[in-house]
């Protein structure tokens, strides 16, 4: 697949997906958890790539609030590092939960 076509397709993809990224970040905004204590997001973010066909493993790494989600396989991995935590006293000024659900 050319990279051009690859373009194209997370676009569709993030086209497709808009209102459940939207509604997900203003849940996690509206719900702020410092770090560690993250359990809403964590499970929201868990339950909704496993809507979408993820294998969820959540706690993982020794921490509770961690997951890894698995979808597919081949010679290629990708991988999304989240931040979805809050500041203490402001809550998601540092747009946190934008991070969480742009990937």
Known sequence: MSIDKAKERAKAAVTEARETLVEV???IHSHPELA???????????????AQGFAVERG??????????????????VAYLLEYDALPGIGHACGHNLIATAG
């Open 25 to 27: 970040s203003a849940d």
């Open 60 to 77: 993982v790494y020794g921490i509770e609030t961690a997951f890894r989600g698995v979808w597919g396989e081949g010679p290629v991995t």
């Open 36 to 50: 560690l204590r993250e359990t809403r997001a964590a499970n929201l973010l868990s339950d909704t790539l496993e």
